[in-house]
Nanobody, 121 residues
C-alpha cells in the first residue's frame, strides 16, 4: 500500500512561485507519479506526470511554468510552479499508478489528500 502526503501549498501573490512536495510511504518502485489540480467548480485535471525513469510529461495547462521532478534517493516528488496566476488557484493532489494511462485518464490507484494553493493579485 502506498500513501501520498503533500505539502508546500499556501497563499502567494501573482507572479510568485511555489514548490509542492509529495512524500510517498511504501514502495513506489515502478510507479508513474504525477500531480492533479482541481480549480473551484471545475473537474480535476492532470497537470504533470513523471515516469520512474525521470521523463516528465505536462498537460496543456502546465506547459512552460510547471516543472515536475522526482528525487529517487529521498523518494520525494516535487512540482514547482512559477509565475503563478490567480487562475492557478486550486487544490493540488499527488497521485500514483503503475500505469501512466490510468493517471492521465483520471483514475490513478493512489491519491494524496491535496494541498491548497491560493494566488492573489
Amino acid at each position: 500500500q502506498v500513501q501520498l502526503v503533500e505539502s508546500g501549498g499556501g497563499s502567494v501573490q501573482a507572479g510568485g512561485s511555489l514548490k509542492l512536495s509529495c512524500a510517498p510511504s511504501g514502495d513506489t518502485t515502478g510507479l508513474y507519479m504525477g500531480w492533479f489540480r482541481q480549480l473551484p467548480g471545475k473537474e480535476r485535471e492532470a497537470v504533470a506526470g513523471i515516469a520512474s525513469g525521470g521523463i516528465p510529461t505536462y498537460g496543456a495547462s502546465a506547459k512552460g511554468r510547471f516543472n515536475i521532478s522526482k528525487d529517487n534517493a529521498k523518494n520525494v516528488l516535487t512540482l514547482e510552479v512559477n509565475d503563478l496566476k490567480p487562475e492557478d488557484t486550486a487544490m493540488y493532489c499527488c497521485a500514483a499508478d503503475p500505469s501512466s494511462y490510468n493517471l492521465w485518464h483520471g483514475s490513478p490507484k493512489y491519491w494524496g489528500q491535496g494541498t491548497q494553493v491560493t494566488v492573489s493579485t
